[in-house]
């Protein structure tokens, strides 16, 4: 079991400074891999025709986002790996792609937290494993990569 690609995705609406999202979406990396990570802003438009630009980024190298998700579990404050660790059945889909929130402008300020509202970097972590991913024991691997570090 390993984890194939990790996509990152942010919307910046009209009122938000673009460059501050897209900071806030690479602060998710670790920092010597943020060189090295495509941006993508795509223009769109929203229900009331205001512009919303879609900040998205995508790793695929296995080590490379590997390295992330453990990153990003040690990051995490004890109250926000233990929260995605009680509602990890509901995170994991049956394909094993682990659906994650950032909160936006704490990941902006270098911070990685779980949400209190509705201003979030949405994350995929897509696992793998040949010939089908097994949701049980890519449980399992999260479990063992997100338990809170006994202080």
Known sequence: MFVGKIEARAYSRSTEVEDRVIAAVLNLFPEDLREEVPIVATRTEGQSGDTILVIAA???????????LKELARRLPTDSRQLILDTLDQR????CTLFLRIDKQAAYLGRIETPSGPDVISLRVHLRDYPKCNRDEAIQMLEEILHPEVE
């Open 58 to 68: 995508v790793i695929e190298k296995r080590v490379a986002c590997e390295r992330m």
């Open 92 to 95: 994991l889909d049956e394909d």
